[in-house]
């Protein structure tokens, strides 16, 4: 069965440093998507991006993030100065044109800032 | 502000129970419900249900959609150790591309 693949599945960064969290889409898939949950609360939007470039982006989404497909397969997250509040499980997702069969989620990057 | 609810937070039960979770919404522009279930990491996808009424079966998982009362249920019936899991419930509308998560509920199922 396809699947969205994310790596690291761990990083530890130190506060101020900049991480890339990186994902491959199912590959017949157009719409892209990053996720994150703190450690116990929801999980929340943070991006979507469609044909090459963002089609939405919630609240948390700030200067500080910025996501990227650099060539046909990969998808990232870079976040350029990293807080401690940043810290939490980023999911990447994946879906078709018309998430018939839902979204599918990635296993997740844990950033850890300290 | 659309706002997507679970309930309970956390249940414990014994292999072979049935059990049932909520999930109730209040969102504006309503398009799909999904359930997903979360072990260490991936959501992994369950059901999407857009239709009131019409029960989607997987097994020993059901799950369906009321649009009139805004609330879906998932059952699982004979449990075993490896439902354990949080489950996710969301919702999906139109004119965004966001999905809304609850906070989940923890199912921990005892032999």
């Known amino acids: 069965e396809p699947e969205v693949t994310q790596t690291p599945s761990h990083q530890v960064t130190q506060m101020g440093q900049e991480v890339i969290l990186r994902c491959v889409p199912i590959s017949n898939h157009l719409y892209f998507y990053w996720y994150r949950q703190i450690l116990g609360q929801k999980v929340e939007f943070l991006v979507s991006f469609y044909n090459n470039e963002i089609s939405e982006k919630s609240e948390i989404f700030d200067d500080q993030f910025s996501v990227e497909r650099p060539d046909g397969s990969n998808f990232t997250l870079k976040i350029r100065s990293t807080k401690l509040e940043d810290s939490a499980m980023y999911f990447c997702?994946?879906?078709?044109?018309?998430?018939?069969?839902?979204?599918?989620f990635g296993s997740g990057t844990r950033l850890t800032v300290v | 502000e659309d706002k997507v609810v679970q309930s309970p937070l956390s249940l414990v039960v014994h292999e072979g129970d049935t059990v049932t979770l909520n999930c109730s919404y209040e969102v504006t522009n309503f398009r799909s419900l999904l359930w997903y279930k979360q072990e260490k990491k991936a959501p992994t996808f369950l059901f999407m249900l857009t239709s009131s009424g019409i029960e989607k079966k997987s097994g020993r998982l059901s799950s369906i959609l009321d649009k009139k009362e805004l609330f879906s249920i998932l059952n699982i019936t004979a449990t075993q150790t490896g439902d354990s899991a949080i489950y996710l419930c969301?919702?999906?509308?139109?004119?965004?591309?966001?999905?809304?998560f609850g906070t989940g509920t923890r199912l921990q199922v005892f032999p």
């Open positions: 969301a919702v999906d509308l139109y004119n965004t591309d966001k999905l809304i």
């Open positions: 997702a994946s879906s078709d044109l018309v998430a018939q069969y839902g979204y599918t």
